[in-house]
């Protein structure tokens, strides 16, 4: 027991030297003590080696802390006792946080390079003239295949889903959003439907796929998609670019009926308190050259039009992660519910999983 | 009056013990509680409850989770009782049981992984199975499968107290069944398996209720092809944010527990100690 004791102690004291020494390291090397940018966003999503550029230009060290869904990130911000000076919340999130005023509006005067963003992607509805927000990476919701098992070309809509040849072979990313959004998209409605029997047609309509069904997964289809475990999969473009590159076999179509169009923009969260810095890094993050980096780096659609230049030409006219004018023009963006119709959203995505 | 000063102490010995379990475990119970008696815009309401049982999915999915957590059990036991048999007729039986609790050192997810790693289509498994010419099979998000993981994890949590009741049985008793001319079986039936009974009954309770609300494995093994309360709470906490409805359910789960508690447990004091000693 006495030797237990001492050996747990003589544990925590090197921990506790450890941690120190790091900390001190972290706090020399980093330059001084108060030139820092708390970034909070998702996880892997900006290329590491532009904060070490940003610190060199800039001198502020930026320290990343991460989230894996918009609704932890809201729950984390609301609650308070943080410093986060930036985040990164998709579209309906930045509507939701704005409610909350949970927002600091952006001061225009501070910020350049607002003229590289595409006017296709400022002034939307979740947050009007940019009040809030600088447009950070954009996407869609789409289908992924693999050459192995389907004809390359032969999927092209949502209905294609549902063709029985196709038993036990789909697998979905386990959102209700995003599950019933394209079971009302194949069917020609809007993806923010809330008419109740609206979204029981769409759960019926889901229920059929059922037996095309294989799983229901997460973050974890990158990896069985890439392992040749499903011919085909329903997930977000940013997820596909990274399965692509690891995977020769595998495509990535948008239904051109529609499908969503997602945002992830750059907001100042009301816990914000380096404001010199918050500025220099938007500004830092405008200027193409640095978008095109990040954007090279994460696989992501930039909304940074001389950035989209920079790209090498595959990248910039890969018509899967660049979509034709026509396919954006069906494209939507999700709205932020009221709780009680998200509920109806989730409660009818829980009958179709008990179902399938 | 040194009595008094010792019983004072004994009292003062028992502060951190109580403000624990009232802070950590009677604190959270009663804020559950008084969560699902809110709907989500913060008014008070029974209409989680009402919600709840009328509602077919709640009921069929409370159904599925004793139904699978019965499984699950019937599974681990199964092959418990005879490893603990077993074990206890080893040489060295702690070396064994070492072995048996080892995995529980790893974390749960990293053996989910290592089971995907091994279940999928180009996994040992299916190495296996082409190789003794069945060819491979679709492993991974099936009900058997998820069944087969959740029964790996909890295995360690039932031979362990049926360990401890099998090698606490007086062999005594054995030899006298034998002596006074009982078969093996009837030994078995009518001495051992009741006297080890306790020690069944509380791996039953430790493997039946973390069974009912296992939710990772549903998703990463069965693929959410198995749906238990335990994805409910999840989808209410995380997405919806509907908390009311979400405690309604951890309410409902914590009364099947108390319910299965009452049903194994009762009578496991007297009998147990009585009988071996």
Known sequence: MKKLISAIIGLLVVCGLLAFGANHLERTSGSTGAKVLNLYTWGDYIDPGLLKKFQKETGYHVNVETFDSNEAMFTKIKQGGTSYDLTVPSDYMIEKMKRAHLLLPLDKNRLTGMQNYDSRFMNLAFDRHNRYSVPYFWGTLGIIYNDKFVKPGSIQHWDDLWQTKYHDQIMLIDSARDVMGFSLASMNKSMNATDPATLLAARNKLNRLSPNVKAVVADEIKMYMIQNEAAIAVDWSGEASEMLASNSHLHYVVPSEGSNLWFDNLVIPKTAKHFKAIYAFLNFMSEPKNAAQNAEYIGYATPNAPAKALLPKSIRNDRQFYPSDETIRHLQIYKDLSPAKVGLYNDRYLEFKMNH | ?277
């Open chain 2, 1 to 277: 009056m040194q009595r008094k000063q010792r019983l004072s102490r004994n009292t003062a010995y028992f502060v951190p013990y109580v403000l624990w379990i009232a802070l950590f475990v009677i604190a959270p119970v009663i804020l559950l509680i008084y969560q699902s008696f809110f709907n989500i815009d913060g008014q008070f309401t029974l209409a989680n409850y009402q919600t709840y049982f009328s509602s077919n999915t709640y009921l069929m999915m409370t159904l599925n989770s004793v139904w699978y957590a019965f499984l699950i059990t019937l599974a681990t036991l199964l092959i418990s009782y005879p490893t603990a048999y077993l074990l206890n007729a080893t040489k060295h039986p702690q070396l064994w049981l070492l072995l048996i609790i080892m995995p529980t050192w790893i974390n749960l997810l990293l053996k989910a992984y290592a089971f995907i790693g091994i279940f999928s289509q180009a996994g040992i498994a299916n190495q296996f199975l082409s190789f003794i010419g069945i060819g491979p099979q679709q492993l991974l998000f099936t009900k058997f499968s998820f069944i087969f993981v959740a029964a790996y994890i909890q295995i360690p949590f039932m031979v362990l107290p049926i360990y401890n009741s099998i090698s606490e049985l007086n062999a005594s008793y054995v030899n006298a069944s034998r002596d006074l001319g009982a078969t093996n079986w009837q030994t078995f039936s009518r001495v051992i398996f009741p006297l080890t009974l306790p020690g069944v009954k509380a791996g039953v309770q430790a493997v039946f209720i973390p069974s009912l609300s296992l939710f990772m494995l549903t998703r990463l093994i069965g693929g959410n092809k198995v749906i238990t309360l335990g994805t409910a709470i999840e989808e209410h906490f995380l997405t919806t944010m509907n908390w009311g409805m979400g405690s309604t359910i951890g309410v409902v789960l914590i009364i099947a527990m108390v319910i299965i508690m009452w049903l194994t447990g009762g009578r496991k004091r007297r009998s147990g100690k009585g009988l071996t000693k």
